[in-house]
């Protein structure tokens, strides 16, 4: 099992700045990606931006250019660095680890509230 916390949540007016982290634990071996979920009140889980163990990362249209994921291998961590948060960015994030085979792990999710 891989165990998720995340932390770095929080209430931020608009046009400000957080950052999310998310520490790994457990059996980390053959993860071979980390990314970052968002689900707002009424609408789907979506994600937001992902980084894969040879560093390729992928992200949501809507975050690209505010948003960049990054990671440190020696503290098993990844972190979501998000400026120019906008009110449409409130939502729940969770972090998510794969491994093949279509194995998802997740996070217990931390609340991001951005007001205008």
């Known amino acids: 099992q891989v165990q998720l916390v995340e932390s770095g949540g929080g209430l931020v007016q608009a046009g400000g700045s957080l950052r999310l982290s998310c520490a790994a634990s457990?059996?980390?071996?053959?993860?071979?990606?980390m990314g970052w979920y968002r689900q707002a009140p009424g609408k789907q889980r979506e994600l937001v931006a992902l980084?894969?163990?040879?560093?390729?990362?992928t992200y949501a249209d809507s975050v690209k250019g505010r948003f960049t994921i990054s990671r440190d291998n020696a503290k098993n961590t990844v972190y979501l660095q998000m400026n120019g948060l906008k009110p449409e960015d409130t939502a729940v994030y969770f972090c998510?680890?794969?491994?093949?085979?279509?194995?998802?792990?997740w996070g217990q999710g931390t609340q991001v509230t951005v007001s205008s």
């Open positions: 998510n680890a794969r491994k093949p085979g279509w194995i998802h792990y």
């Open positions: 457990g059996s980390i071996f053959s993860i071979n990606a």
């Open positions: 980084i894969t163990s040879g560093g390729s990362t």
